[in-house]
């Protein structure tokens, strides 16, 4: 199982950037897919899952962040609009048997893609 997070770079606060996780060797239909950010000096939290029947976001970034999956190019994305500098972290993505914000059942855990929202 390999997932790999790209899309990150530097924004500005208000700003949008799109993020990719590819996954090879399993079907999506099969997995749930969870975006994980950590920011410096804090835990890793949950942002966003996505599954075959349910999505979640945490609170802060609910209205503001959109995943969604193409199952034919096994691809999830994370759409972020109106960045916030509290949204700078790696993002992360990983698989796990059922969509939650938790980290328990997901891996591998890549290299992710830094964001940082700045002026």
């Known amino acids: 199982v390999q997932l790999q997070a790209s899309g990150g770079g530097l924004v500005q606060p208000g700003g949008s950037l799109r993020l990719s996780c590819a996954v090879s060797?399993?079907?999506?239909?099969?997995?749930?897919i969870g975006w994980f950010r950590q920011a410096p000096g804090q835990e890793r939290e949950g942002v966003s899952c996505?599954?075959?029947?349910?999505?979640y976001y945490v609170d802060s970034v609910k209205g503001r962040f959109t995943i969604s999956r193409d199952n034919r190019k096994k691809t999830v994305y994370l759409q972020m609009n109106d960045l916030k500098p509290e949204d700078t972290a790696v993002y992360y993505c990983?698989?796990?048997?059922?969509?939650?914000?938790?980290?328990?059942?997901?891996?591998?855990w890549g290299q992710g893609t830094l964001v940082t929202v700045s002026s």
């Open positions: 060797t399993f079907t999506l239909d099969y997995y749930a």
């Open positions: 996505i599954s075959s029947s349910s999505t």
């Open positions: 990983a698989a796990g048997p059922v969509c939650t914000l938790q980290e328990p059942g997901f891996g591998p």
